[in-house]
């Protein structure tokens, strides 16, 4: 009886060995490395890969500090990939499958209490009544690889982000009564609110963005703002930048100024791949005179629009 009781443990405990070796026969770390050939990570701080396996079931993720990439589990098999760089609150990954990954930028007002003091509801641009108001958002990397192998000989997996967004340098001259402004913001419209993560393109729909304006001199004005793009599929869209204006007084004014053939000036030969810079220059802005100097009521309603001629 005796030996057969050890006979019986013996065959018991080769068993759960066997399983447990099953379960962990093909776990694999692999090497994710960050190659910044395409691009340069000025503003990435951190990097996340997403591994998708292609028998189907949840995404593997890894987080990395710094922009180099590292180590992560992975099982040995074939994936699709997306490396990408992470963002802030401004921006959202959404990449539950790899067919439709994509980041989207946060909803928003068009005007916040930080732009005018107070809580305004502003005009939307002209012709962008029914676009949505979305963030600028994060200045994002990434790249994607839609088949890959985790095996014994491969440990390696290397990628190559770009920008997914461009850079529009917002210049304003010649602002009239510049000094009796007391709260100043922008927005552009028809702009591009999410990239696919698989096609690293722009999605079909369209929003408009707010952006910051400050003063750069005594009767100028300017800002900077980051976009997913614009005008997918090489559609052609509108775009107007109205710029909204608080005088000391409590008037509030708005100038829509047409730049469409501007917004579709990206020939910059000299930038890296999907980096595109785009430079609108606004000559003039007249801006009126307080009613009333020197006395503030913000308490005023309704915005007064203001025609401007803009010879692009």
């Not at 994002?140 to 491969?154: G, H, I, P």
């Not at 100043?184 to 079909?204: K, Y």
């Not at 775009?239 to 004014?253: R, W």
Request: aromatic share 8%; with cysteine; glycine share 6%.
């Amino acid at each position: 009886k005796e030996t057969a009781y050890i006979a019986i443990a013996a065959a018991i405990f080769a068993s759960c060995q066997k399983d447990l070796c099953y379960d962990h026969t093909h776990d694999s770390r692999l090497e994710v490395r960050f190659d910044w050939s395409r691009s340069t990570p000025d503003d990435a701080t951190a990097m996340r890969a997403y591994l998708f396996p292609q028998a189907g079931g949840k995404p593997l993720t890894a987080d990395f500090a710094g922009t180099k990439g590292g180590m992560m589990d992975a099982n040995d098999g074939g994936y699709s990939a997306i490396g990408v760089s992470q963002p802030d609150e401004t921006t959202r990954i959404v990449a539950e499958r790899y067919d439709d990954a994509y980041v989207i930028a946060s909803e928003t007002e068009l005007l916040s209490e930080k732009s005018f003091g107070i809580s305004t509801k502003a005009p939307m641009p002209n012709g962008a009544e029914d676009e949505t108001v979305r963030m600028q958002p994060s200045f994002l990397y990434a790249d994607t690889c839609s088949s890959m192998t985790v095996s014994s000989v491969n440990r390696v997996l290397t990628m190559r982000p770009v920008a997914l967004v461009d850079t529009i340098d917002v210049t304003v001259e010649g602002v009239d009564n510049l000094e009796y402004v007391v709260g100043m913001s922008a927005a552009i419209s028809g702009l591009c609110p999410a990239v696919s993560l698989r096609t690293l393109q722009p999605l079909d729909e369209i929003c408009t963005m707010p952006m910051t304006m400050t003063k750069t001199g005594d009767k100028k004005i300017g800002g900077r703002i980051l976009v997913f793009g614009h005008c997918p599929h090489e559609e052609i869209h509108r775009h107007v930048l109205t710029i909204y204006a608080m005088l000391e007084d409590g008037k509030k004014y708005y100038f829509n100024n047409e730049v469409t053939d501007k917004m579709h000036d990206l020939e910059h030969p000299d930038e890296k791949p999907q980096e595109k810079h785009i430079e609108i220059i606004i000559p003039n802005l007249p801006i009126p005179e307080p009613v009333e100097q020197g006395s503030f009521n913000p308490d005023l309603d309704g915005w007064t629009e203001v025609d401007v001629s803009v010879s692009m």
